[in-house]
Nanobody, 123 residues
């Protein structure tokens, strides 16, 4: 059974930074496409960033240049480094994984989800 557990959320002021982590278990981690999605109150869940098994990455336009996704296969851990945070980044952030070969930021493509970690950015 695949399990994903996020950590690292919290409350910061605008312009601050946070690093989210997601520890995975139950599958051959290095072969999976991994991603981060987020959902703000009253809004649909949206893709933030994804990283393929080979290491290529892609980002939502709203976070390009501010967020960096990375993975450490030796630790079965996914990261999201978030800099220059804005109040609009306030949301529940979810770690996700799929064995799909496409590896695109489409929610329906991802099979496994964590419980989420809350990020709150104040102005």
């Amino acid at each position: 059974q695949v399990q994903l557990v996020e950590s690292g959320g919290g409350s910061v002021q605008a312009g601050g930074s946070l690093r989210l982590s997601c520890v995975a278990s139950g599958y051959p981690y290095s072969t999976y496409c991994l991603g981060w999605f987020r959902q703000a109150p009253g809004k649909e869940r949206e893709g933030v960033a994804r990283i393929a098994s080979a290491g290529s990455t892609s980002y939502a336009d709203s976070v390009k240049g501010r967020f960096t996704i990375s993975r450490d296969n030796s630790k079965n851990t996914l990261y999201l480094h978030m800099n220059s945070l804005k109040p609009d980044d306030t949301a529940m952030y979810y770690c996700t994984a799929t064995y799909s070969g496409r590896c695109v930021l489409v929610e329906a493509d991802f099979d496994y989800w964590g419980q989420g970690t809350q990020v709150t950015v104040s102005s």
